[in-house]
């Protein structure tokens, strides 16, 4: 480098300082410090509400996702979506500006949907807002109801809207308030009295793994129950590439959608990413209704397998029991490379109990458990499923705690992997250990959502994955005379 272009740092730290620090932030005490904080966030393995609701509107067919606030925002949750699916996420946003924060952002709202309708040609405008709409107190009722009345949208096209303060909650509660709110508005009126589809409504929850639905998807068809998807988000983030570009690619059908009021039956995957949804289907949709927890591992996904049986009074099919077998016969086979590693896991409550759960079916121990926006109840019900095992034992849950303090917990209470999202790889890195990709979102590796956790199939890829990284370390760093053809 020229003299010219040298950097003139304007502090130098010197080497001993930035080593004391560095040695100092992987510390006990360190750890106490940075569990006190208040009032800082570093971190946190969640989004905020309007990506989740995003994320629901595109589950249903000719959808817009519309969001009524800054634009700013609205490139993330798109971006967010993008990069973790690798497939585009459109939406529109209303783009307010400080005039819309002074004046209320009815103008922009109903400048945005005539626009919308014009160049986007959608069977449906999802609304949901972002921060700065929800400080100033905007009413998106009386908004929508305006713009149906100046006719800047038909007074019968479908325009359900949704509250989703980012100040509050995760990305989970803005999907449950977006899918709710969609579902209410398609039903209204449509409940017929003494009619029956005969079919089962299933909700996967806020689930970003797209080859979770085709899973889902595949068990039903095996049984061969009629289903209505709600909110399938499958061929939305994951259609063919065909070299053509389509806007709506999927979706459930609007009709399917609406008719799902007469189902046979309802059951949601996601019971806490659909905690209001499921509250308002149990008084409203006909049939059984069923709030199950994320099918991964054996135990859950028998649960699941078992409801639908009992529900359609079918049999389980002998390719499911196939299935089952080999998920069971891959988890002998691997047992002894997961049976007491100690992970540390971090995310959305639905998956943190599917993890848990399938961990402790192999013997692992989830001995750091760290949950950003839970609940009470999820606390109560993690905790049970781990005094439920022998391996629960000595593992601990922390809530409303970010990725920074898992750092501090990797360094001074070590474990041998990390499961999560992308956000965990800075702490993974370093503490030098792997990181299990299985959350939302997924920026730096590729597939990992078409790669699916539930079911059998699921349990296998998991074993799969794990198993197989150890098997990897133990290559890596042991001396020759270990290094063996066999493991
Ligand atoms: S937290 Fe608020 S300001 Fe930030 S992206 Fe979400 S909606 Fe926008």
Redesign the pocket.
């Known amino acids: 480098m020229s003299a010219e272009a040298a950097v003139n740092y304007v502090t130098e730290t010197p080497m001993e300082e930035i080593e004391r620090v560095s040695a100092w932030i992987n510390s006990e005490e360190y750890k106490e410090k940075n569990f006190a904080r208040q009032a800082l966030v570093i971190n946190p393995p969640h ?5 989740g609701a995003q994320m629901a509107a595109h589950g249903f067919e000719g959808t817009l996702p519309f969001v009524h ?2 634009q ?2 609205a490139s ?2 798109r971006s967010t979506l993008n990069r973790h699916f690798r497939e585009p996420a459109p939406a529109v946003s209303d783009s307010m500006t400080e005039d819309g924060a002074v004046f209320g952002g009815q103008n922009n709202l109903h400048e945005g949907l005539e626009n919308a309708l014009a160049l986007y040609k959608p069977k449906m405008i999802a609304v949901f ?4 709409p ?1 400080v100033i107190g905007d009413d998106l009722t009386a908004f929508i109801r305006n713009a149906k009345k100046k006719g800047v949208v038909p007074e019968d096209f479908p325009t359900p809207y949704a509250n ?1 303060p ?2 509050t909650g995760s990305h989970i509660h803005g999907y449950d308030a977006m899918l709710g709110s969609i579902l209410k508005y398609l039903t209204e009126g449509k409940q017929i009295e003494g009619r029956c589809t005969g079919k089962l409504n299933l909700i996967a929850g806020c689930d970003f793994n797209t080859g979770n639905y085709r899973e889902y998807t595949k068990i039903l068809k095996e049984f061969g129950i009629p289903t209505t998807f709600l909110a399938d988000i499958s061929e939305s983030f994951d259609s063919p590439l065909d070299g053509t570009y389509k806007i709506y690619p999927g979706g459930t059908k609007l009709e399917d959608a609406a008719d799902s009021v007469n189902g046979k039956a309802t059951i949601t995957l996601g019971p806490y990413a659909t905690a209001k949804t499921f509250t308002w289907i149990k008084e409203t949709y006909s049939g059984a209704h069923v709030a199950l927890p994320i099918p991964m591992g054996i135990a859950k996904t028998d649960a699941f397998i078992l409801k639908l049986s009992e529900l359609f009074g079918k049999p389980v099919p002998a390719s499911l029991k196939a299935d089952r077998g080999r998920a069971v016969d891959a988890m002998t086979d691997a047992h002894q490379y997961i049976h007491g590693k100690k992970f540390a896991l971090y995310g959305d409550p639905d998956y943190l109990l599917g993890y848990v759960s399938f961990l402790l079916e192999m013997g692992g121990i989830p001995y750091h458990i760290l949950c950003s926006k839970g609940s009470k109840k999820f606390e109560k019900e993690m905790q049970a499923l781990l005094d439920g095992s022998l391996y629960g034992a000595g593992c601990k849950i922390y809530m409303s705690k970010d990725l920074w303090h898992m750092r501090s917990l990797l360094m001074t209470e070590p474990v041998d992997a990390m499961i999560g999202d992308t956000h965990g790889k800075f702490a993974a890195r370093d503490a030098r250990i792997p990181l299990f990709r299985f959350g939302f979102p997924i920026f730096d590796r590729v597939n990992k959502h078409r790669y699916p956790l539930v079911g059998y199939q699921g349990a296998l890829n998991m074993i799969t994955e794990i198993a197989n990284k150890f098997i990897d370390i133990k290559d890596d760093t042991c001396e020759d005379r270990y290094f063996e053809m066999m493991r």
Do not use: K, R
């Open positions: 989004a905020c509400q309007p990506l606030g800054s700013g925002c993330y949750y807002t972002s921060c700065m929800e989703t980012s100040f």
